[in-house]
C-alpha cells in the first residue's frame, strides 16, 4: 500500500462508526423539511446528501475539507519554484483531510506516474470520432472506454465484492481515473487543434505542470493549470456533475461509467459550459463595440439585450451562492498580480462586466444571486495564455472536477452509502397536499391517482 491508502485506511475505518452510530441511534432525527416549490423546482437546498470532501455556504463559498480557497493554497506544500501547490498534494488533502508533508506528496507524484498512461486504444477511439465533435464528448467517452481497466468492476465480477474492502478498488479506480485524465485531455487538445501533434508525459513533472507540457504551453502556464485544476475540483455534492457521479456509482457502477456520467452533466450549459459560453459572450460583445473602449453604458446594453432576448446571463448567478464566488475572486486577483495580464483587454472587459452586471441583474429582478460565479472569470485566463479554443475549456472543468468526484467516490464506498432512489410523486398528488394544506405524514398510504376508465 502507498502511504496516501494506508492513511486513507486508517481515516475510514475511524469514521465508520460515526456513520454507524448516526444511522442507528439517530436515524429518525428530522434534519429538513420539502416544499412544493422544491420538488417542483430542483430539490434546492433540501438537505439530503452527506460528504465532507467540501462545503459550500451560501456567503461564503466553498471550503476544502474545512479551509477556505486562500487557506488551502496557503496550507499545502508548494510546487518546486511556485507560489501554488501541485495538485497531488491537493489530492491527498481532499481525501484525508490532512496537510501532507513533502514527502507524503513525493509519494503521491510517484504513485502517478505508474497510473498515467492511457491505453493506446482509447487514442485510437477518439481518432474514430469526428474530429468536430465537441471535446467534452471525447473526454467523456475516452473515460467510458477505460472501463475495460476497472479494477473496482473486475472485482465485483469475480464474485470476490466484499462491502468493507470494496472501497480499495474504488480508490485504486479514481487514482487511475485522476493521473490519467490531463494526459487524455491533452491528446484531445492536440488531436482536436494541433493536427494530432502529440507531445508525450515528461515523467519528471507534477500532474499540472506535465499538462501545460502536453498542451505546448508555456512555464508560467504550469501554474495557471495547478491553479485551474485545484480550484474546479469540488463544489460539495449537490452540484450536477457530483451528483451525477454519486448517484451513478450508488448503483455500483464504477468509477468509469460514474465519472463519464458525471461529465455528462458538467457539459451543460448552466453548468460547467458556461465557462465557454461567456467567452463566446464576451468576444460577440468585443466584435459589436468594433475598437471602441467598453464603458458602463455599453455593457449594460449588451446585457440588456441579452436578457430581453430572454437569455441567461453566463457566468453569473448561482444555485447555492449568494455572494460573489470565491473562486472568481481568486482567479481574478491572479489576473491583477500577473504583469501582462492585469492591463489586457478582455480582462478589463470582463472587470467591467463584474461592476455593472450586478447591478443589471438585480434591476431585471429575476435572479436570487447576481453576482458572479467562477466560470466569469476561468476563460479571459485561458484566452490571455494562448489557449484560446474556448469549446475546450469545459474539459479543463473536467480535469479538476475529477478530483473532487473521485475523492467523494472513494469515501461514498468506504463508508458504504446506500444506493440513491428517492421518491418521486404525481402532480395530482401535490395537488391533493395543496388543497389539504400538507401531506399527512401519519398516513403511510399516499392518495393514488384514479385507474383510467377503459
Ligand atoms: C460551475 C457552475 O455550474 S456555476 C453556474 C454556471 N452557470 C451559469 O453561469 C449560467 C447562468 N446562470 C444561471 O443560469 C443560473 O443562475 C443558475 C443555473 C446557475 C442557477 O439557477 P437557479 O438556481 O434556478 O437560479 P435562480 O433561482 O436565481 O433563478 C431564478 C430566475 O432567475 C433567472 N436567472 C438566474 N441567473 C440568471 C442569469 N445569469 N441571467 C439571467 N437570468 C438568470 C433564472 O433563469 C430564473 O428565471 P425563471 O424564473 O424565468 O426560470
Ligand atoms: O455548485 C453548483 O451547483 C455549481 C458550481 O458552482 C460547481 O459545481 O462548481
Known amino acids: 500500500m502507498t502511504q496516501l491508502k494506508d492513511r486513507l485506511k486508517e481515516k475510514i475505518e475511524a469514521h465508520r462508526p460515526r456513520i454507524a452510530r448516526l444511522t442507528k441511534e439517530f436515524g429518525s432525527v428530522i434534519i429538513d423539511k420539502v416544499d412544493i416549490a422544491q420538488c417542483i423546482g430542483g430539490a434546492r437546498d433540501i438537505r439530503c446528501l452527506v460528504t465532507d470532501i467540501s462545503y459550500l455556504d451560501p456567503q461564503e463559498g466553498i471550503r476544502f475539507r474545512g479551509k477556505t480557497i486562500p487557506e488551502t493554497f496557503e496550507a499545502l506544500p508548494k510546487a518546486a519554484g511556485s507560489e501554488y501547490p501541485t495538485v497531488e498534494s491537493f489530492w491527498y488533502f481532499l481525501l484525508t483531510g490532512e496537510v501532507p508533508t513533502p514527502e507524503q506528496v513525493q509519494d503521491v507524484e510517484t504513485e502517478f506516474k505508474t497510473r498515467q498512461q492511457v491505453p493506446e486504444y482509447v487514442f485510437q477511439a477518439l481518432r474514430a470520432l469526428p474530429l468536430d465533435s465537441h471535446p467534452m464528448v471525447m473526454l467523456s467517452s475516452g473515460i467510458l472506454a477505460m472501463q475495460r ?171 447555492v451562492l449568494r455572494k460573489t464566488d470565491p473562486r472568481y475572486m481568486a482567479q481574478r486577483e491572479f489576473c491583477l498580480k500577473t504583469e501582462g495580464l492585469k492591463d489586457d483587454k478582455l480582462f478589463k472587459l470582463v472587470s467591467m462586466i463584474f461592476e455593472t452586471a450586478p447591478g443589471v441583474l438585480t434591476e431585471h429582478g429575476k435572479t436570487k444571486n447576481p453576482w458572479p460565479n467562477v466560470d466569469a472569470q476561468s476563460g479571459v485566463i485561458q484566452w490571455y ?70
Not at 455500483?252 to 458525471?262: I, K, M, V
Not at 467516490?409 to 410523486?425: C, F, H, M, N, Q
Open 149 to 319: 481497466d476497472s479494477k473496482f468492476a473486475a472485482v465485483y465480477s469475480s464474485g470476490k465484492f466484499n462491502k468493507m474492502t470494496a472501497w480499495e478498488h474504488v480508490y485504486e479506480d479514481a487514482s487511475d481515473i485522476v493521473a490519467r485524465i490531463p494526459v487524455l485531455a491533452a491528446f484531445i487538445y492536440n488531436l482536436k487543434y494541433r493536427g494530432d501533434k502529440q507531445i508525450p508525459i515528461d515523467p519528471k513533472l507534477d500532474l499540472g505542470a506535465n499538462f501545460a507540457h502536453m498542451i505546448g504551453q508555456s512555464e508560467q502556464y504550469k501554474d495557471v493549470a495547478r491553479m485551474y485544476f485545484i480550484l474546479h475540483s469540488d463544489h460539495e455534492s449537490g452540484n450536477v456533475s457530483a451528483h451525477t457521479t454519486h448517484l451513478v456509482h450508488s448503483a455500483l457502477s464504477d468509477p468509469y461509467y460514474a465519472y463519464a456520467a458525471g461529465l455528462n452533466g458538467l457539459a451543460g450549459p448552466l453548468h460547467g459550459l458556461a465557462n465557454q459560453e461567456v467567452l463566446g459572450w464576451i468576444l460577440e460583445f468585443q466584435k459589436k463595440l468594433n475598437g471602441a473602449e467598453p464603458t458602463k453604458e455599453n455593457v449594460t446594453a449588451a446585457l440588456w439585450e441579452t436578457l430581453n432576448a430572454g437569455q441567461v446571463v453566463p457566468g453569473y448567478g448561482h444555485a
Open 385 to 454: 495564455y494562448g489557449l484560446k479554443e474556448w469549446d475546450f475549456y469545459t474539459v479543463l472543468f473536467g480535469v479538476g472536477r475529477a478530483l473532487g468526484c473521485m475523492a467523494n467516490v472513494t469515501w461514498d464506498r468506504g463508508l458504504g452509502y446506500a444506493i440513491e432512489r428517492p421518491k418521486s410523486v404525481t402532480t395530482e398528488m401535490l395537488e391533493t397536499w395543496a388543497a389539504a394544506g400538507g401531506r399527512d405524514t401519519n398516513t403511510t398510504a399516499a392518495p393514488h391517482p384514479p385507474t383510467p376508465k377503459a
